[in-house]
């Protein structure tokens, strides 16, 4: 394969959940717990389902949704053209290249037309980071994926209501202490958010990350769900009832 000729020496290929081969930067973000929960939040579908991811980084998202039979076919949009790539051979290894294709394009030019047409659902791990907040990395592929360099979450937002059909939900993991940015991001982009799930390290710590559920075009009612906890306890490394669901492939439910 061209990637792996390209990339030699730089990536790692593991077996990760479902059964899914993934071959990852050694130097860039790899998978962890917020790509799995935001699979596990979008529901199982019940007809023929079109989708898109903003920001696919090596795929694992979209494969996870594809795996889990929660799309028919998807779209994923990624900036940086090593990611395009790696999730386009992501999908080729796992056997879904006729699935999902890659858009290598900033989501600020994301149009439906890209996708042939309105889509039922998009989903995303947006930059959580503003640009001017925290430490730099020295890798500025994890610099792009973190922070608002090449879009903010307005951008994201934007992009998510042009590419969504009226009706369309948009499901999206972040940061608790930007949900006010997330919110009125979504509310300027006539999405309106719908259920907020709170994420925490155990029921001692401050919530970590926040789950997401928007329409378009939905009239307001918000749902905030009791808390999802990934640890049973401050001192235990056993994962909670409802995450250990997840992590065998169950649809998030609270």
């Given at each position: 394969?061209?990637?792996?000729?390209?990339?030699?020496?730089?990536?790692?290929?593991?077996?990760?959940?479902?059964?899914?081969?993934?071959?990852?930067?050694?130097?860039?973000?790899?998978?962890?717990?917020?790509?799995?929960?935001?699979?596990?939040?979008m529901p199982e579908q019940k007809k023929p389902l079109?989708?898109?991811?903003?920001?696919?980084?090596?795929?694992?998202i979209s494969l996870l949704c594809l795996q889990r039979?929660?799309?028919?076919?998807?779209?994923?949009?990624?900036?940086?053209?090593?990611?395009?790539?790696?999730?386009?051979?992501?999908?080729?290894?796992?056997?879904?290249?006729?699935?999902?294709?890659?858009?290598?394009?900033?989501?600020?030019?994301?149009?439906?037309?890209?996708?042939?047409?309105?889509?039922?659902?998009?989903?995303?791990?947006?930059?959580?980071?503003?640009?001017?907040?925290?430490?730099?990395?020295?890798?500025?592929?994890?610099?792009?994926?973190?922070?608002?360099?090449?879009?903010?979450?307005?951008?994201?937002?934007?992009?998510?209501?042009?590419?969504?059909?009226?009706?369309?939900?948009?499901?999206?993991?972040?940061?608790?202490?930007?949900?006010?940015?997330?919110?009125?991001?979504?509310?300027?982009?006539?999405?309106?958010?719908?259920?907020?799930?709170?994420?925490?390290?155990?029921?001692?710590?401050?919530?970590?990350?926040?789950?997401?559920?928007?329409?378009?075009?939905?009239?307001?009612?918000?749902?905030?769900?009791?808390?999802l906890y990934l640890r049973k306890d401050k001192s235990?490394?056993?994962?909670?009832?409802?995450?250990?669901?997840?992590?065998?492939?169950?649809?998030?439910?609270?």
């Amino acid at each position: 394969m061209d990637l792996i000729e390209i990339m030699e020496g730089e990536t790692v290929t593991d077996q990760v959940n479902d059964g899914i081969v993934l071959t990852q930067r050694k130097k860039g973000l790899k998978f962890g717990t917020d790509a799995l929960l935001l699979a596990a939040c979008m529901p199982e579908q019940k007809k023929p389902l079109r989708a898109a991811e903003l920001g696919s980084g090596t795929g694992i998202i979209s494969l996870l949704c594809l795996q889990r039979n929660k799309a028919d076919r998807i779209y994923a949009y990624e900036i940086q053209k090593e990611y395009a790539e790696l999730t386009r051979f992501n999908a080729e290894q796992n056997g879904f290249d006729d699935k999902l294709t890659v858009i290598c394009k900033n989501v600020k030019d994301a149009v439906f037309a890209d996708c042939d047409g309105e889509l039922d659902a998009v989903f995303s791990n947006p930059p959580y980071m503003a640009c001017g907040a925290g430490l730099h990395c020295t890798e500025g592929e994890k610099d792009i994926a973190r922070r608002e360099i090449c879009g903010t979450v307005s951008d994201f937002a934007n992009a998510a209501a042009r590419l969504l059909k009226w009706g369309g939900s948009f499901y999206c993991v972040y940061r608790p202490e930007r949900l006010t940015a997330l919110i009125c991001a979504l509310k300027n982009a006539k999405l309106e958010p719908k259920k907020l799930t709170f994420v925490y390290e155990h029921p001692e710590a401050e919530p970590c990350l926040v789950l997401c559920t928007a329409k378009k075009g939905s009239g307001e009612g918000l749902k905030v769900t009791r808390p999802l906890y990934l640890r049973k306890d401050k001192s235990s490394a056993e994962y909670s009832p409802e995450v250990e669901a997840v992590y065998n492939g169950k649809v998030l439910e609270l």
